[in-house]
């Protein structure tokens, strides 16, 4: 199955939220997903329900199988955690990973698996993790926000010239624009300059929207906190565009989301 | 040879069998049985095909019984006993005659219709035509003429090849605003002279493109208008004139307060079908003043716009083809329109045309003049003198009284003669206009449009016959709303004096023939009347059902979309549902629930409206829903730019697919007749229309 990495050259534009939430969305339609955080953050689980005192991860056993650490956090849906670190383990970490071919031969079980699709959350900008695993990723997913700073970093990619020539590995990369209010000019501009630009390569548009905050709040995902939700709808239709360009099949093709339901 | 042939055939054999047809003379009882064979032999015909040459055949034999009634007429029923019998045997008899006449200009008309197809535009868009969008206006408001403005912005053209002109006559500072603000031409002058034509013409001189479109204020294009009919001026250099059907989405009064929601065509769809697209096989089709594409050299050669009658529109098309110049009819509805409101709006309108009309069978009379054919004169005799219907329709609503309240006798001859031969006349002419146009006009519903109409217009016509030269040009009120439900005595005073006068003609002549020893009545002739007059009687009360207004509150027409909208709460909350129906001024969405379904708290603020034409968001504010239906939102909009109306009318109005023409059951003349007695029960049970929805149905985006 494939592998996804979800990377951004700037923070907060919401990459944790849409790991997430794409995996919620494959895993509820019957794909076996296994989220990996690799940010020292060490965020992500906490959209999964995992507990805050929990401190397993991968940073402590970068040359274990990683396939038997994952928590399972719902049905279909796996975590493996970057896990509590000092800035020592991190070090031996990102060595670990600076071996050629590691994730083709340490953690080929993992990474080979037909049966997996692998969704990888990274830190900002350039990290070891990002550089190793272009080896073996097909598909980067790059977040941005709709606002003004981002027209400056979509000519950066256009040109091709971000995070080290990163970019493009695979399949390539998708934008995703995250956090469209269409009720402000200058974010349906940017939205117009995105779509005209990137074309094909614009994965998809997520609308600003509390639910999507408030469910990660409460640890759920957006779907079950509110179905109605508009940037819900956005990441579940991401995610389908994910599977048509991947070509995997989606177990369960309908969206968990009626497109057009009728008024019960 | 093979016309040689046919015509040698027609002359020698055919003629001579029909002129005996016509003429030979019968007893009641074999009129009867070739008449019923007539009748029957038609419905078999009718039933067993439906191709062109079948229905040619039912006109043949309709032309021949109806012949051969009115040369039984002319021979047999003209004696007379005393002079007041003669005067009005002989109106009822000129009354007949032309109804005749018309039946055959009519099958003329429409035995031949021509439907055209729209000639695409070359690839090249360097041949494409300039054209100039005239919106002329003259004191309607504002907030009809907007949008019209800007679904002609949404005209799918090259933009340096399109320029969008509003003409207004009313000199007013708000539209001159509204034109800079929106970006297009504003036209006024200093006088009114020759009012819409001298608009236009005055506008010709200040612009210049190679083709002008026409929109009266209130007709909005679709967005493939100028796509669809500017391709036949290119293929053909002598075309002058593409008109295209006016199609109103607003009931009009006829609709709105007789046919209560029912599905039956509306009044104009007969002549916007096939009576145009039957003028059109002639190279006769004429200009309708709107949603029609003239080019400006043929223009400039007959000095403009005629402005001598108060239809300028039909005379300059007169004039146009007098020249030589071509004219079509695309039967595609390409813009929409709103019908006049109120029963007395529309006799206004009808009482213009009416007076244009006659002013050019007396000013450029079609018969007469240079440059026609004759199939040309045929078509515009039919239309100029269409108007006279009103003088007829009102002798025959009041033939029967004469015999039951007076005892005039005017038609001589028994009652068994005289139906033998009436009968297959009238009834074979019911069935072949059925099946001639039975989608576009259900039967007897002519003549309650003729009806509704009659008494007003004697008046306009007879005077204008006299006087062309009297009366000027009445525009025609659009756009309003009737605020409460209320019977408009005026319009309908005459129709009802003659229901009342029909009514107790029939109780009387009942009351007699029931007591045979105190009054002497013929039981024939008196039965045959009383059937007459309790017919007239239901038309008449149909048309008097119009003059009962209903309440037509709402100011903008509701159009059901089904497309995914977005609304934003105040909390930031972002919330997916479904538009269900949308106006230019609110629309109603899909309720929703989940946490943030509390919107006394968390008021919804914008709606975002999503489709593959455009997105747009727009400031809203949740109205209170008279039905309190849970399932739904309704919302009214609030600071909507004209940006944001422009994609407003893209989404409404400017789609290629906005106005289609709802297929019609087929009409049954029985069938329709119970209707109309359905409808006038319904009218005087005080039933209501209720939905004033146009449907029209667009896909959601696929996403």
Redesign the interface.
Known sequence: MPIISVCSPKGGVGKTTLVANLAYAFSKSGTKVVVIDFDPQNATRLYFGVSLTDERGIVTIPNKDWISSCINVDRNLYMLPFGKSNKEQRAIFDEALKQPNYFKEVQSSLFDNPDILVIADFAPGYTQALDSIATVSNLQIVPLLADAASVSLFSQLLSGGLMDGLVGGGLGYYIVLNQI???IKLN?EVQNFALTNFKDNLLGMV?????VT?AAGQQVSVYD?????????DME?IAKKVAQILGFDVKKGTMI?N???K?? | MKKFLLTAFLLLVAAPIVTLVVIAPMSAHNQFIFGITMIIACIVASVCSKKHFISFCILVVTVISSTRYMFFRLTQTLEFPSLIDMIFGYLLLAAEIYVYIVLLLSFFQLSWSLKRKIVPLPSDESKWPTVDVYIPTYNEPLQVVRDTVLAAQCLEYPKDKLKIYLLDDGKRKEFAAFATEANVGYITRTNNFHAKAGNLNHAMTLTNGELIAIFDCDHITTKIFLQSTVGEFIKDKRLALMQTPHHFYSPDPIQRNLYLGRDIPPENDLFYGPIQRGNDNWNATFFCGSCAVIRRSALDEIGGFAVETVTEDAHTALRLQRRGWKTAFLDHILSGGLATERLIDHLAQRNRWARGMVQIFRLDNPLLGKGLSLAQRLCYLSATTYFFFAIPTIIFLLTPLLYLLFGISIVHGSVELLLSYALPHLVLSVFSNSRLYGNYRYSFWGQIYDIVLSFHLVLPTVVTLFMPHHGSFNVTDKGQTVEKSYFDVHSVKPHLIVSFLLLLAIVFSLVKLCLPNYFDMQVGPTALNIFWASFNLILLIAAICVGRETANKRKTQRIFL?V?V?V?QA????????LRDLSMSGCRV???????SNFNEDPIT?L?INSDIT???VNVQQIADMHKDP??LHFSFVNVDLDTRREFVRLLFSRADTWVRPNYKKDNPLVSFFTILCCIKDSLFGKRRTDDIHVAVVG?KN?
Do not use: M, Q, W
């Not at chain 2, 909390?571 to 479904?578: F, K, M, N």
């Not at chain 2, 899909?590 to 943030?596: H, N």
């Open positions: 209010d269409n009720r349906r609308h600003k929207d509390t639910n408030e906190y509110n179905k109605n939700s508009a940037a819900a709808f239709v989301i497109p057009l339901r008024p019960n | 089904e995914p977005n934003y909390s930031g909350a972002c919330t997916r549902t479904v899909d309720s929703f629930d989940g946490p943030t914008d975002e997105s747009l968001c399932n739904y959601a996403e």
